[in-house]
């Protein structure tokens, strides 16, 4: 008993090392992450404590120093009255546009792409492989190679130059990408309630409606973020296909920052930046979770 008792008594003592190996190398990940958040938050760190400075303080102070004075003049001028050339209307009217761009967009890309991977995935048809195979390499045409074409139909639409215009380019080039999302996670959905809703009298419609789309919510918020960020950040089609009075926000931030006149109002376009991008940051902080669990929702069959 006595020699049992002994060898019990030694087992943790023989194992302290190797626990205490792997809360070193834990602490150390832990350390290793900090590290990286850090330097990947750095920049936006500078931006929000920037656009918080009187001019003054920015010239004599630290780069990385908090606002001795916090003020709130250079998100009311990047909002209301900075120029974006001979216009100082400020970013509202083009945040506005980008809205108007952004929502519809989205919605008919969505739900094309939904109907597109719902017909791909559950309804076969001679072609549907070649069909879904085009449409996939339409995924890596970059936009340069479409500008020209895109224009000249645009043109030929009555649609260049106008929010309707810009709706019409993000909606074609989004459709890609949406069918992918929705195909590889319809694929997953199993045949035999599709065969069971045919038996019961369903159609293409009603099946999609009642059985499809009440669960794609994951897939659906994977898609709704992926466009609404692709499409809010967009510049180039923006720059290309708009006229003043219906560019984007990007365009005007570009413009804010490249545009100005006398005195570098270094807080002004660091609150205009952050303005641009607080959409698309609500927009991950409320549904990111579900971003995740969306993606890797399609990925064991199919």
């Known amino acids: 008993m006595t020699d049992l008792t002994l060898d019990r008594a030694a087992r943790p003592a023989a194992g302290a090392p190797g626990n205490a190996r792997r809360t070193a190398l834990r602490w150390l990940l832990y350390l290793i992450l900090a590290l990286f958040a850090l330097y990947y938050l750095m920049p936006l760190f500078v931006m929000v404590t920037t656009s918080l400075k009187s001019l003054e303080e920015i ?21 209301s009255s900075a120029c ?12 506005w546009n980008s809205v108007l761009i952004a929502v ?8 094309l792409g939904a109907i597109n991977g719902y017909v791909v995935a559950q309804w076969r048809f001679r072609g549907a492989n070649l069909i879904f195979s085009l ?7 970059p936009f ?7 224009a000249r139909l645009l043109g030929l639409m009555g649609l260049a130059g106008t929010i309707p215009g810009l ?37 293409f419609l009603r099946i999609f409606w009642s059985i499809f789309l009440p669960l794609s919510l994951p897939i659906i918020v994977v898609t709704v973020i992926w466009q609404f960020t692709q499409i809010w950040n967009d510049f180039l089609f923006g720059v290309s296909f ?5 560019q984007p926000i990007t365009v005007a931030l570009n413009n804010i920052v490249n545009s100005t006149t006398g005195v570098k109002e270094y807080n002004v376009d660091m609150a ?3 303005i641009a991008a607080l959409p698309t940051l609500l927009v991950y902080i409320v549904a990111g979770k579900y971003f995740i669990r969306g993606l890797t929702a399609g990925s064991v069959k199919g």
Not at 84 to 95: K, S, V
Not at 104 to 111: E, K, M, Q
Not at 144 to 150: E, F, I, R, W
Request: net charge positive; aromatic share 14%.
């Open 167 to 203: 709706i019409f380019v993000h909606v074609i080039y989004g459709i890609g990408f949406t069918t992918l999302f929705f195909r590889n996670y319809y694929v997953t959905i199993p045949n035999e309630l599709v065969k069971a809703a045919k038996v019961d009298g369903a159609g």
């Open 242 to 246: 708009s006229q003043a009075g219906t």
């Open 104 to 111: 519809p967009a989205v919605a008919i890309s969505t739900l």
């Open 84 to 95: 974006t050339g001979i216009q100082c209307e400020g970013l509202r009217p083009y945040f």
């Open 144 to 150: 340069q190679v479409v500008l020209l074409p895109m």
């Open 135 to 141: 449409m996939l390499f339409g995924c890596f045409i």
């Open 59 to 79: 010239r004599t102070g630290s780069l990385v120093a908090l606002p001795r004075a916090v003020t709130f003049q250079p998100w009311q001028t990047a909002w």
């Open 272 to 274: 205009a930046a952050i």
